[in-house]
């Protein structure tokens, strides 16, 4: 959280399965400006009531909860209705969280319109790694359809999966995302090199989504299109 705030980026934390984890994370999302963006576990909806209170307390600049993890062993070992959640729980989570909603784990059409109803400001394209579902699609091949469902309504297409270099995030805000999530290479820049070693791979991702838009011949961010990648 401390490098993204040096950055210009956006840093996030959950609420697994060590109890320390998520309120230390409000306390620094808190610390450094609301850039710590929590997120939260499909568990019992006592339990996401209660994490929201900590993260309504530390105000951050959104929140999120994660609905492509309800198929995980440790979700079904937990409270009695962790796992899926109906719409009309999302849309009281919406409502109970004092800043922007993002519901992670859309891909499918219908499930971006479902996030729609439920008055999330952002979704989050994911299949979680590929961890949930065997031979589920890959994040690149639904966000198309999605963001184009999605067009025009004020909701936040986002996306993560195998986003690891500058030029990947250029594929995908090309195919319709707003923005990009990544994990894996933070984890091991954080275990490298601690805040410097976030540093360096936030300017090499930098760099080298700067040298693909010169050479595809985008100026900015908003003139990247999708006639510019071939699927």
Do not use: W
């Not at 939260?40 to 993890?69: E, K």
């Not at 952002?122 to 184009?148: F, K, W």
């Not at 297409?157 to 270099?165: A, E, H, N, S």
């Not at 319709?176 to 820049?189: K, M, N, S």
Request: net charge negative; aromatic share 4%; hydrophobic share 45%.
């Amino acid at each position: 959280i401390a490098a993204a705030a040096q950055t210009g980026i956006a840093a996030s934390f959950g609420d697994g399965l060590d109890a320390r984890v998520f309120p230390h994370g409000c306390t620094l999302s808190q610390q450094y400006g609301g850039i710590g963006l929590p997120v939260i576990n499909p568990l019992s909806m006592d339990t996401i009531r209660a994490n929201l209170d900590l993260a309504n307390a530390a105000r951050p600049f959104a929140v999120s909860v994660v609905i492509d993890s309800a198929g995980l062993p440790h979700l079904k070992a937990a409270s009695p209705d962790a796992g899926s959640k109906t719409v009309a729980e999302l849309r009281e989570l919406c409502g109970y969280a004092q800043m922007p909603m993002i519901l992670k784990g859309i891909m499918t059409v219908n499930g971006a319109k479902k996030a729609l109803e439920t008055g999330a400001s952002g979704i989050v394209v994911s299949n979680h790694g590929g961890r949930v579902l065997d031979q589920c699609p890959a994040t690149a091949e639904v966000l198309p359809e999605i963001a184009a469902a999605l067009k025009g309504t004020g909701v936040k297409v986002l996306v993560d999966g195998g986003i690891r270099t500058g030029v990947d995030v250029f594929k995908a805000l090309a195919l319709g995302a707003d923005g990009v999530l990544i994990c894996r290479p933070f984890v091991t820049a954080v275990y490298g090199g601690g805040a410097e070693g976030v540093k360096c791979y936030i300017d090499k991702l930098a760099g080298e989504l700067a040298d693909t838009m010169q050479m595809c011949g985008a100026h900015t961010l908003a003139e990247i299109t999708p006639d510019m990648v071939r699927v």
